[in-house]
């Protein structure tokens, strides 16, 4: 079982930038998707960004050119670039490990 913690949400200005931050702690065998979905209010969970284990990874349309996933395996954290951020793109955002383990989630809000 992984544990996740996410952190580096907060309140941003319209084409503002935010880092998030997913730390894993726990086994780590058997990984084959890490990413990152989000969820607005009065809305259903969506994805943002995946990222597998062979190299490839997956945005959903509306971040793409704007949203940068990455994991630096040294530090067993993963992050999530935001950059020209939009107010549409408030929302509860939460990381998972093969759609099974999930944080707790980290509110991002964008807003002038």
């Known amino acids: 079982q992984v544990q996740l913690v996410e952190s580096g949400g907060g309140l941003v200005q319209p084409g503002g930038s935010l880092r998030l931050s997913c730390a894993a702690s726990?086994?780590?065998?058997?990984?084959?998707?890490m990413g990152w979905y989000r969820q607005a209010p009065g809305k259903q969970r969506e994805l943002v960004a995946d990222?597998?284990?062979?190299?490839?990874?997956n945005y959903a349309d509306s971040v793409k050119g704007r949203f940068t996933i990455s994991r630096d395996n040294a530090k067993n954290t993963m992050y999530l670039q935001m950059n020209s951020l939009k107010p549409e793109d408030t929302a509860v955002y939460y990381c998972?490990?093969?759609?099974?383990?999930w944080g707790q989630g980290t509110q991002v809000t964008v807003s002038s």
């Open positions: 998972h490990v093969n759609l099974v383990s």
């Open positions: 726990g086994t780590r065998a058997g990984i084959y998707v």
């Open positions: 990222t597998f284990s062979g190299g490839w990874q």
